[in-house]
């Protein structure tokens, strides 16, 4: 049936309103990316810095150093954009110590291997113990301290899109194997940073990559993560001794203050320090047992600032996720809006295999063989509530 003249130019007129004043409202500018400088290493590599911008007005800027997200911009409920994401302004403050691992992808192994050993084929590998005795997010020079390669960069039919290359080679940081890894990074329409992971070897090897970004969904640089109300789709999480190395015990959720089934603010039970796992932490920083299949993209976890009304929604094929509430902070950092970061000003969450998996049998395995392919993919979607 056909529209009347009037009924159609009422149409168009709400679809103009809809388009001017809701929250959902997408940028009429087109896609786009561009290219600036960002220095050079201390051995002279040149660093570039890459901006990303979708339809809807979303920013994200990466480097080429370490495939460290910079900045990543997200719309409150009355579509003001701001930073979520904690970093630093320039290339120096990334190089030198501390290291947070500030938005860097990680690898070959993301978060701890016990005593910094582990045994493939019948050979005990030593790898570098650089968080107490234990071996932490790829060794003393891991993939965040690396200059990745730009094979490409080019607006996806999703988005614009990074593309973004590595070779480890066989020996690095004690690990077996020459290890290509490519990482694609899309700013997509649905204002969600889309990351693609794959990885081949040539020798059987193990790998866990990850994503290290702090958020802080009110703004970084805005004081704490406390009042963040946080879910995530996990009935049970890996148990730690007081190094942060796993039991082997995936404990239920049930009754502890690690149960995030429902929302609840990420402060309320985080000083709770009659559960050990919280003393052993000094807080959250443990592995989640994501629901599902891993393998199958399914939602992780999904993070509300109140005040913003900014929602952070993770999604994974990874089986578990890294929540980390930026304990280890204490303000000695200053950030990008020149401001300090204090204890607990961000939070991870880091999708990934567990901890120690290579010294775990009964963990899904990290183990990646020659002429097999790694895939991991993540998704951060961002959008608002009233």
């Not at 901006?51 to 800027?61: D, H, S």
């Amino acid at each position: 049936m056909r529209l009347n003249l009037k009924v159609r130019l009422s149409l168009k007129l709400a679809l103009f309103l809809f388009l001017i004043f809701s929250p959902l409202a997408v940028a009429v500018a087109q896609p786009e990316i561009i290219k600036t400088s960002f220095g050079k290493t201390a051995d002279g590599q040149s660093v570039d810095i890459y901006t990303l911008t979708n339809r809807r007005g979303m920013t994200v800027k990466i480097t080429n150093y370490g495939g460290i997200v910079v900045s990543l911009t997200a719309p409150d409920r009355n579509r003001k954009f701001a930073d979520v994401a904690l970093g630093y302004n320039d290339l120096e403050s990334y190089m030198n110590p501390p290291f947070p691992y500030f938005g860097a992808i990680i690898g070959r192994y993301g978060n701890r291997i016990a005593k910094g050993r582990f045994t493939l084929n019948g050979v005990e590998y030593k790898l570098a113990q650089n968080n107490g005795e234990n071996h932490l997010h790829g060794g003393i020079k891991g993939f965040d301290k690396m200059v990745w390669t730009v094979r490409q960069v080019r607006t996806t039919p999703a988005g614009p899109a990074i593309f973004l290359t590595y070779v480890s080679k066989d020996g690095e940081e004690s690990y077996p194997g020459n290890l290509t890894v490519n990482v694609v990074y899309t700013l997509t329409e649905k204002n969600e940073l889309k990351i693609d992971y794959t990885a081949t070897t040539d020798k059987d090897t193990i790998t866990n990559l990850t994503h290290h970004s702090y958020f802080n969904l009110a703004g970084e640089g805005s004081g704490d993560i406390l009042g963040h109300r946080l879910v995530l789709k996990a009935n049970r999480f890996v148990a730690t001794d007081e190094n942060a190395i796993p039991t082997g015990e995936l404990r239920n959720v049930a009754g502890t203050p690690f149960d995030f089934r429902t929302a609840n603010a990420i402060g309320a039970r985080i000083n709770q320090e009659t559960d050990e796992q919280i003393k052993y932490g000094k807080g959250y920083d443990h592995t989640w047992v994501i629901n599902g299949p891993a393998g199958k993209l399914r939602q992780a976890a999904v993070v509300h600032e109140p005040t913003t009304g900014r929602v952070m929604e993770v999604w994974t094929t990874e089986p578990g996720v890294q929540f980390y509430t930026g304990n280890y902070l204490d303000g000695t950092i200053t950030g990008k809006s020149a401001k300090p970061y204090p204890r607990r000003s961000g939070f991870c969450l880091e999708t990934q295999h567990y901890p120690d998996s290579p010294n775990r049998p009964e963990f899904p395995t990290t183990t990646l063989r020659k002429g097999a392919t790694y895939r991991s993919t993540t998704i951060y979607r961002f959008s608002a509530r009233r």
